[in-house]
C-alpha cells in the first residue's frame, strides 16, 4: 500500500468515526419548535404554510417515506457534513502532499462552533450543508456539466429553504457564474454579472412555480414585520401614544390600564428586537396579527419609513447584530443539545432520544463547557472581525480585496 493510500485511509477512518460518533449522539436528530412543526406539516397532520418555506418539509416527506422521524434527516445532514470534510482533505492531500494540513481539514468538523448545528434538524443547518457542498464542488476538482448543475441545485435549495437565504447564496452564485464563464470560454465583457442575474431570475422563476402548483396556507408574516417595524418607530417617540396601530391592539395588551399599554408594547418591541422572535408579540395576544389583504399597515409602514428613516435604520441595524452576537450580548449563539425540546404537538412522537454510550450527555457538557470557555468562538460577529481583518492584510499587498479574489482564482485555473 502506497504512502498515499494509507494516508487517505486515515482520514477515511477519522471521518467514519466522527460521523458514527455524531450520528448516536445526536439521535434521533435535535429538534425544537420549528422542526416539529415541519415534521408534522411532512407527515400531513399541519398543512404547509409559507411561515417555513416548503422545499425542506417537501424534502422530509420524501425521507419520511422511508422511514418516519426525523432519523434519515439527521443522516442525511451528518453524511454531507462529514462527507464535505473528508472531500476537502482528501483533495487538500492529493494537491498538496501534506498530510497534517489534510488531517487538520478533516478534524475541524470536530470543532464545537460547527458540529453543534449539524445535527439539528432546521433549514439553516440544510442552507449551511448546501453552501458548503456546492463551494466544494465549485473549488476542488474537475468542472463539468453535471457539477455545474449539481450545484446550481444546491444553491437554488440552499436559497429556497429560507425567506432570505438569497443573501447568503449570492456570493457562491457569483463564484458559480464565473466558474461556468471559465467552463464554457465565454469570453465577452459583464458575462459573469448578467450570468448571475440570470441564475436570479431563475431561482424566482422556480419559486413561483413551485408556490403556483403547491398549495400552502398564507400566515400574513411580511405583515406580521411589517407592523412590529411601525410600532418600534412610533415607540421612539414620548410625545406619541401609539394611536397609529390601535387597530391592531390584541387581547391581552386591551386588557391592560391605558396608560400604562405604550410602557409594556414598548418594552416587548424593545426585547423582540434583541431576539428577531416577531411571532411572540402575535402569540401572545399583544397584537393583533393584519390580514395579508391589509392596506393600512403597508401604507402605516411606508409612512414611517420615509418620516423616519433613521429610526428604522436603527431597528435593521439591532435585528443584525442580534444575529451577530455583540461582545455585550448576554450569550454566545449555540443549540444545547441534550436531547430533543419538548414536543409542542398535539399528539404522541414515535421517536426519542436513546442517549446510548451517553454520547448525547457528553456532546452538550462539550457544548457548554467550550461556550462558557471560548465564547467569542461561538459569536458570528468574531468570525467577521477575524476575516475582515485578514481581507485587510491582503488588501495593503493587492490594492482591493477583489484583487485578490481575481488572483486567487486565476491561479486554480
Not at 408574516?221 to 410600532?231: S, T, Y
Request: aromatic letters at 16%; proline letters at 5%; a neutral charge.
Amino acid at each position: 500500500m502506497s504512502k498515499f493510500s494509507r494516508q487517505s485511509l486515515a482520514l477515511y477512518a477519522v471521518a467514519i468515526t466522527g460521523f458514527t460518533l455524531s450520528i448516536l449522539a445526536f439521535w434521533p436528530g435535535f429538534m425544537e419548535y420549528d422542526s416539529f412543526k415541519q415534521y408534522a406539516q411532512a407527515i400531513g397532520k399541519l398543512p404547509l404554510d409559507d411561515w417555513h418555506p416548503v422545499s425542506m418539509t417537501l424534502l422530509w416527506k420524501v425521507l419520511i417515506s422511508l422511514y418516519n422521524g426525523p432519523e434519515p434527516m439527521l443522516v442525511l445532514q451528518m453524511f454531507l457534513y462529514w462527507a464535505g470534510f473528508l472531500y476537502l482533505a482528501w483533495h487538500l492531500l492529493l494537491h498538496t502532499s501534506r498530510f497534517s494540513l489534510a488531517l487538520i481539514a478533516v478534524i475541524t468538523a470536530f470543532f464545537p462552533f460547527l458540529i453543534n448545528f449539524s445535527g439539528v434538524i432546521w433549514k439553516d443547518t440544510q442552507l449551511a450543508v448546501s453552501l458548503f457542498w456546492a463551494v466544494l464542488l465549485l473549488e476542488f476538482g474537475k468542472l463539468s456539466r453535471g457539477k455545474l448543475l449539481i450545484t446550481l441545485i444546491l444553491i437554488f435549495y440552499a436559497i429556497s429553504v429560507r425567506h432570505n437565504g438569497i443573501a447568503a447564496a449570492l456570493p457562491i452564485i457569483v463564484l458559480w457564474s464565473y466558474e461556468f464563464v471559465c467552463w464554457t470560454g465565454i469570453n465577452k465583457q459583464y458575462s459573469v454579472p448578467i450570468i448571475t442575474v440570470c441564475a436570479c431570475l431563475l431561482y424566482l422563476i422556480v419559486n413561483l412555480g413551485l408556490s403556483h402548483f403547491i398549495a400552502f396556507e398564507k400566515v400574513k408574516i411580511l405583515n406580521g414585520q411589517l407592523l412590529n417595524e411601525v410600532a418600534f418607530i412610533e415607540c421612539q417617540f414620548d410625545d406619541k401614544k401609539l394611536d397609529i396601530i390601535h387597530d391592531y391592539y390584541g387581547e391581552k395588551l386591551l386588557k391592560i390600564n391605558p396608560q400604562d399599554r405604550k410602557k409594556y408594547l414598548c418594552n416587548e418591541i424593545d426585547s423582540l428586537a434583541k431576539t428577531t422572535d416577531i411571532s411572540t408579540i402575535y402569540d401572545d395576544k399583544i397584537l393583533e396579527l393584519p390580514d395579508d389583504n391589509d392596506h393600512q399597515i403597508k401604507n402605516l409602514w411606508f409612512q414611517s419609513i420615509i418620516s423616519h428613516p433613521f429610526l428604522y435604520l436603527k431597528y435593521r441595524i439591532e435585528i443584525y447584530l442580534t444575529f451577530l452576537r455583540p461582545f455585550n450580548y448576554s450569550e454566545p449563539y449555540y443549540v444545547s443539545t441534550g436531547g430533543i425540546d419538548e414536543n409542542p404537538l398535539p399528539f404522541k412522537l414515535p421517536f426519542k432520544v436513546l442517549n446510548p454510550f451517553n454520547l448525547t450527555t457528553i456532546l452538550n457538557d462539550y457544548m457548554d463547557f467550550t461556550s462558557e470557555y471560548m465564547h467569542l468562538l461561538f459569536r458570528p460577529l468574531f468570525w467577521l472581525i477575524t476575516l475582515s481583518a485578514r481581507s485587510e492584510e491582503h488588501t495593503s499587498e493587492l490594492q482591493s480585496p477583489c484583487n485578490l479574489v481575481c488572483r486567487l482564482l486565476l491561479e486554480k485555473k
